[in-house]
C-alpha cells in the first residue's frame, strides 16, 4: 500500500513558476513509476508527466513539453513537478499517481493515487 500527498500548489500569474510536491508513504517507494495528472473543471483528467522508478525514463505531454520538469529523489520517498512559464490553460487540481512496473502515460494503469493540489494561474 502506498500513501500519496500532494503540496506546492497555489495561484500563480501567467509565466511564474511552481513546484509540486508528492510525498510518499511505504517502503517500495523506489519501485514504483510515478505520474503526474491534471483534472481541468468540466474535463477529462488529463496526463502531465511520468517517471520510472529509476528516473532514467520520463514522459511528458506535447502541451507541458519544455515548460515542465518531473523529477523523484528516492531517498526522500518523494516526487517532483516543475511548473516553469505556466499558462491560463494550466489551472487544474494536479494528482500523482504511483504504479509498479513499468513506467505509462495511461491513467487507469495507476494504482494508488493522492488527493490532489489546485494550481490556478491568472491571466
Known amino acids: 500500500q502506498v500513501q500519496l500527498v500532494e503540496s506546492g500548489g497555489g495561484l500563480v500569474q501567467a509565466g511564474g513558476s511552481l513546484r509540486l510536491s508528492c510525498a510518499a508513504s511505504?517502503?517500495?517507494?523506489?519501485?514504483?513509476?510515478m505520474g503526474w495528472f491534471r483534472q481541468a473543471p468540466g474535463k477529462e483528467r488529463e496526463f502531465v508527466a511520468a517517471?520510472?522508478?529509476?528516473?532514467?525514463?520520463?514522459y511528458y505531454a506535447d502541451s507541458v513539453k519544455g515548460r515542465f520538469t518531473i523529477s523523484r529523489d528516492n531517498a526522500k520517498n518523494t516526487v517532483y513537478l516543475q511548473m516553469n512559464s505556466l499558462k491560463p490553460e494550466d489551472t487544474a487540481v494536479y494528482y500523482c499517481?504511483?504504479?509498479?512496473?513499468?513506467?505509462?502515460?495511461?491513467?487507469?494503469?495507476?494504482?494508488?493515487w493522492g488527493q490532489g493540489t489546485q494550481v490556478t494561474v491568472s491571466s
Open positions: 499517481a504511483a504504479k509498479g512496473g513499468k513506467v505509462t502515460t495511461t491513467s487507469s494503469l495507476y494504482d494508488y
Open positions: 511505504g517502503r517500495s517507494f523506489s519501485s514504483y513509476a
Open positions: 517517471i520510472a522508478w529509476s528516473g532514467g525514463i520520463t
